[in-house]
């Protein structure tokens, strides 16, 4: 007795504290709240633009693949594979794991679905969530958002060149126009090997001057030893022979041609001979998006070419080059910058009902209004006139209308101009077309006033160039 009493009492307080109980969202997840989506569409939709008007075609994987498929591709001494992967067994009792990154996956599709035989290059591009266990800090999250763009079928450096101007039609698009592209060379099988045995004995000769973590890349990946952060080994690195001294011919012409493109296309580059990117599939080119302000300590985006990558994974030799942007940093970094959003859907329209009829009526209006491509906003919940119009203030539409009990009988509607203050009564088979008229005088309005801005403004430019211009030539006079 006295024992089914308090398993009764325990099973209460379970049922009390669960009751109690917050749920939050996992370690390193985040939500993305309504006032943050007006940043994530632009990102998206600008990429989406580019990756359009440059021939690319968007491809979908999975997020959960086959676990072996990064322990391959990305590389087995990776951090993302020997400390980041979510993996987990399905019943079936498949080891998978939940995406790194999307370049493996979309070289294993383009394999899986014969796109060889499509005409080259094969452009494919990419947008969704990728998984890393990171140790959650700013701009580092567990679940983080990527676009990317791949392409196979060419060796040409121009395709690489054409990545990064792809990457900067974005970044310009989005609004962040202080971010530099640090570009390396990592050779390929010719060059690599000899330098890799440079660069080993160079480091042991200073392993003692080297960070823990560095001591053991020393073993597994040398290279990555260049971009470490830790001030201890920034003293051996700078002074350590750098990969691009020691280029094979074709590696130089193919880097050097690179270079040529991105002048001519007057993008401004750093080339960083740390740069080596924490993948083991690149070969030759490497690089990385930085925001100028944080110097390399979150990249904005990266990537590089990967030759052997889709014949490593069991395809016919096909050389490949791609790049990924963190579409999180992206969005951070449009706030710190404060790159202006535009609302694109703003509602222009307010409409208003009060009481029930009105209520019933206002359904009708604001599908015929919503199916004319015309946006509004309502607060059908509330009764209140005053409410509503605070509503319609705050959301900075230009008109509002009205359906009274006496409108909702007669089948009118008030329509009132938020900018003059103005205000009518039309009939309902005239609202669409009555609005549709004013929102283009609006629209056409708003041109002419920026028209005359832009030529104020270069009537002001043009003036003060005048004046540097004669201040120059007295300056040159006097000298
Ligand atoms: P990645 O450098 O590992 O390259 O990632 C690309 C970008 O994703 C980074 O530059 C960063 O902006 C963002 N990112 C990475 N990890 C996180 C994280 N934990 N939290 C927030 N953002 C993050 C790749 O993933 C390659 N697949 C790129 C590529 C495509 N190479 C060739 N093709």
């Known amino acids: 007795m006295g024992r089914k009493k308090t398993v009764i009492v325990v099973e209460k307080e379970k049922l009390i504290k669960s009751k109690r109980e917050k749920f939050q969202?996992?370690?390193?997840?985040?939500?993305?709240?309504?006032?943050?989506?007006?940043?994530?569409?632009?990102?998206?939709?600008?990429?989406?633009?580019?990756?359009?008007?440059?021939?690319?075609?968007?491809?979908?994987?999975?997020?959960?693949?086959?676990?072996?498929?990064?322990?391959?591709?990305?590389?087995?001494?990776?951090?993302i594979v020997e400390k980041e992967m979510f993996v987990f067994k399905t019943k079936g009792g498949d080891n998978v794991c939940l995406r790194p990154e999307g370049t493996p996956s979309v070289v294993r599709s383009y394999i899986q679905h014969g796109m060889k035989s499509l005409p080259k290059?094969?452009?494919?591009?990419?947008?969704?969530?990728?998984?890393?266990?990171?140790?959650?800090?700013?701009?580092?999250?567990?679940?983080?958002?990527?676009?990317?763009?791949e392409v196979f079928g060419?060796?040409?450096?121009?395709?690489?060149?054409?990545?990064?101007?792809?990457?900067?039609?974005?970044?310009?698009?989005?609004?962040?126009?202080?971010?530099?592209?640090?570009?390396?060379?990592?050779?390929?099988?010719?060059?690599?090997?000899?330098?890799?045995?440079?660069?080993?004995?160079?480091?042991?000769?200073r392993k003692n001057a080297l960070c823990m973590?560095?001591?053991?890349?020393?073993?597994?990946?040398?290279?990555?030893?260049?971009?470490?952060?830790?001030?201890?080994?920034?003293?051996?690195?700078s002074q350590a022979p750098q990969m691009i001294d020691h280029l094979c011919t074709n590696c130089k012409k193919h880097f050097t041609f690179l270079l040529e493109c991105l002048d001519e296309l007057e993008i401004q580059f750093t080339i960083n001979?740390?740069?080596?990117?924490?993948?083991?599939?690149?070969?030759?080119t490497v690089f990385e998006i930085w925001s100028e302000e944080d110097a390399g300590q979150i990249a904005l985006g990266g990537g590089g070419r990967y030759d052997k990558l889709?014949?490593?994974?069991?395809?016919?030799?096909?050389p490949?080059?791609?790049?990924?942007?963190?579409?999180?940093?992206?969005?951070?970094?449009?706030?710190?910058?404060?790159?202006?959003?535009?609302?694109?859907?703003?509602?222009?329209?307010f409409l208003v009902q009060l009481g029930d009829l009105a209520k019933k009526k206002s359904l009708r209006i604001f599908e015929q209004l919503e199916s004319s491509g015309i946006s509004v906003a309502e607060s059908f919940g509330k009764g209140?006139?005053?409410?509503?119009?605070?509503?319609?203030?705050?959301?900075?539409?230009?008109?509002?209308?009205?359906?009274?009990?006496?409108?909702?009988?007669?089948?009118?509607?008030?329509?009132?101009?938020?900018?003059?203050?103005?205000?009518?009564?039309?009939?309902?088979s005239k609202v669409v077309s009555e609005l549709k008229k004013r929102l283009k005088r609006l629209a056409e309005e708003k041109l002419n006033n920026s028209g005359k801005r832009n030529i104020r403004n270069l009537e002001g430019f043009a003036k003060s160039s005048l004046l540097k211009a004669g201040k120059m030539t007295n300056k040159m006079k006097k000298s």
């Not at 580019?50 to 087995?76: C, H, M, S, W």
């Not at 973590?213 to 690195?237: A, F, M, T, Y």
């Not at 001979?273 to 030759?284: Q, S």
């Open 121 to 149: 290059p094969v452009k494919l591009f990419y947008i969704g969530p990728m998984y890393r266990y990171e140790r959650p800090q700013d701009g580092r999250y567990r679940e983080m958002f990527q676009f990317g763009f």
């Open 320 to 349: 490949a080059v791609g790049f990924a942007c963190g579409m999180d940093r992206i969005v951070a970094e449009m706030k710190k910058r404060e790159v202006k959003i535009n609302c694109l859907n703003q509602p222009k329209i």
């Open 273 to 284: 001979p740390h740069l080596v990117r924490g993948l083991d599939y690149y070969t030759k």
């Open 310 to 318: 889709v014949e490593f994974l069991g395809g016919a030799s096909t």
């Open 384 to 428: 209140n006139l005053r409410s509503q119009l605070r509503q319609a203030n705050q959301m900075k539409v230009d008109f509002v209308l009205i359906i009274g009990q006496r409108e909702a009988l007669d089948e009118t509607i008030i329509l009132k101009d938020m900018n003059s203050g103005s205000q009518e009564v039309i009939t309902f």
């Open 213 to 237: 973590d560095c001591k053991k890349r020393l073993k597994k990946n040398p290279l990555r030893v260049l971009d470490c952060k830790e001030e201890k080994c920034q003293q051996v690195i």
């Open 154 to 205: 060419e060796k040409d450096p121009i395709l690489d060149a054409q990545l990064i101007q792809i990457a900067n039609r974005i970044f310009k698009g989005i609004g962040i126009k202080k971010f530099s592209f640090q570009l390396n060379s990592i050779g390929c099988e010719e060059c690599r090997p000899s330098y890799r045995k440079l660069l080993i004995s160079y480091l042991n000769n």
């Open 25 to 79: 969202n996992v370690r390193g997840m985040r939500d993305i709240l309504p006032n943050d989506q007006p940043y994530w569409q632009k990102v998206r939709k600008i990429a989406e633009k580019v990756a359009q008007d440059y021939g690319y075609q968007r491809i979908d994987t999975p997020i959960v693949e086959l676990k072996n498929l990064f322990e391959k591709g990305t590389g087995p001494g990776t951090d």
